[in-house]
């Protein structure tokens, strides 16, 4: 089920109102069977892939809270295999595939492995990563086992944020739920007011950027240099409005009922270096790699050696978490590479004027740039495509006739959507819509409305993040 659906708009309101009217006790049934219905829209049969995931982990954390020693760790490696290996399967066996018939390919071998027609559960890695996280805390006995196997299902199933996160850990989500959570006039203020900024960003911004992008990747090394750098920024903003509206329109509808999810960005867009970018973006999942892969790799209490392969392993393993392709690594990789050299060149007196405005200025420009161009490895379909795009790009290409116009009803609402950016800035919406009068608040109301109304693309495109 798409937020931006009108079965959505007929839903949420339908579980809200059957929320508050429940007694306590019951409301973890209503949300069980609504977060199954909300993930059977897109194909019912993989239910039972999360029901799984479900029933391993909750026995998983019972029984490692009543042994020690080694029985405990295996406990722990029986989760930790169920669900990367159901995420190994359904995510990366054609993958795998495909490096096997090439290894063998190289060492002149006949490699006659065959890809299987396996269709990638919708969200799978959040669901994987959040259930992930109770155990792992289970273990380090920073968590108590959950014993109510329906408020442990809810924390996997939750279906504001199910599909694409905010990836939230059970300390924070699954106390929540055990909360008697009563009608509360902030709450659902706060939450629609979320839910529809959230809308615009998606609607507006998102999906009007998106046929830009398109004709640049569709065209690979026959788009216009100027044109392609076009077609690159719009990208750029497309993904971050795609993810931040989803994530935007997720949190609000859990404030509805008044659970409250963490931040997932933070303005990312306008850091001034590569470490600032990575605690802005995603926080969700870099968070999650920082607390579960990064530390426990020694993080940053190593030689400088060892910590630059930590930081190779965490950003390697996200590009991969991202997609079953060389292009994700590669896109992981990249990042961490620049954000070496931003470390280094912080540590000589290179870039003193960082500290000024117009250094952070400069910053953020050199950031957005490279940024936007480390993207072209996460959108393109292979390398070939990746090699032709940046080569439109710096003028090396050796046709050049498609041209991208991007027209005023599409460059309106992305100028619309970074005044909002910069207005809020270290704010959410919900906190700086309340924080003015009446009159302010509803006029903000009426032209994101407006917006909506107006300027909502043609053609509805899917979450981005859904594939993942």
Known sequence: MLFNSLHFL????????????????????LLFVASSYFYS????????????????????????ERTTGFPRKLILLVSIVANIGLLSYFKYYNFFIDAANDTYAALGWEGNFKHLAIILPIGLSFHTFQSLSYTIEVYWKRQKAERHIGYFANYVLFFPQMVAGPIERYASLGEQLHIKQVLNYDNIANGLRLILYGLFIKMCVADNLAPLANQLYSNPGNVTTASTWIGLVAFAIQIYADFYGYSTIAIGAGRCMGIKMMDNF????????????????????????????????????????????????????????????????????????????????????????????????????????AVTLVWVFFRAAD?????????????IAQTAEVIIEPTLWQLLPVAVFIVFEALIYGKRFEEWAGSYSVAIRWSTYAILAFCIVLFSGIQTYPFIYFQF
């Open 383 to 395: 390398m070939t495509q990746a090699k032709l795009v940046f080569e439109s790009a710096f003028g």
């Open 266 to 369: 933070r303005q990312p867009y306008f850091a001034t270096g590569i470490q600032s970018f990575w605690q802005r973006w995603h926080i969700s999942l870099s968070t999650w790699f920082r607390d579960y892969v990064y530390i426990p790799l020694g993080g940053s209490r190593v030689s400088t050696a060892r910590w630059m392969l930590n930081i190779l392993a965490v950003f390697a393993l996200s590009g991969f978490w991202h997609g079953a392709n060389y292009t994700f690594i590669i896109w992981g990789l990249a990042h961490a590479t620049l954000y070496f050299i931003e470390y280094f060149l912080h540590k000589t007196p290179l870039l003193p004027f960082t500290k000024t405005f117009s250094g952070r200025a400069i910053g953020g420009v050199i950031t957005f740039t």
């Open 41 to 64: 829209v897109f194909y019912p049969p993989y239910l039972l892939i999360l029901y799984a995931i479900i029933l391993v982990d909750y026995s998983a954390g019972l029984g490692m």
């Open 10 to 29: 007929v839903f949420l309101p339908v579980v809200l109102v059957l929320y508050y009217l429940l007694k306590h006790q019951y409301r973890w049934v």
